[in-house]
Nanobody
Framework: QVQLVESGGGLVQAGGSLRLSCAAS????????MGWFRQAPGKEREFVAT????????YYADSVKGRFTISRANAKNTVYLQMNSLKPEDTAVYYC?????????????????WGQGTQVTVSS
């Protein structure tokens, strides 16, 4: 089992920045693919970003490419999502996830572990 706890969400004005953190505990997360998804009210959960086990390969949704950066610090069992140039449409609950699937995947069902989520609200 892997437990994931997100932090760093909050209210920010459009154009601002936030950094989300995800602390992993339990079974070591070092060999897991990690990802971030988000879900806005009335919408389906959508992929945001993913990073492979050693942090060498990242992949982003088109909607956040160039604005968001995913990274990981395996020594700290922590994954980060730096969000810059935030827009009102980025408002959602953001979830940290871990997957045992080593290949790149953006499919929610291929992520085995999920955090409880952290709210990000961007005002216009």
């Amino acid at each position: 089992q892997v437990q994931l706890v997100e932090s760093g969400g909050g209210l920010v004005q459009a154009g601002g920045s936030l950094r989300l953190s995800c602390a992993a505990s339990g079974r070591t997360s070092r060999n897991f693919r990690m990802g971030w998804f988000r879900q806005a009210p009335g919408k389906e959960r959508e992929f945001v970003a993913t990073i492979n086990w050693d942090g060498g390969i990242t992949y982003y949704a088109d909607s956040v490419k160039g604005r968001f950066t995913i990274s990981r610090a395996n020594a700290k069992n922590t994954v980060y999502l730096q969000m810059n140039s935030l827009k009102p449409e980025d408002t959602a609950v953001y979830y940290c996830t871990a997957s045992t699937v080593m290949r790149l995947t953006t499919t929610p069902t291929e992520y085995d572990y999920w955090g409880q989520g952290t709210q990000v609200t961007v005002s216009s």
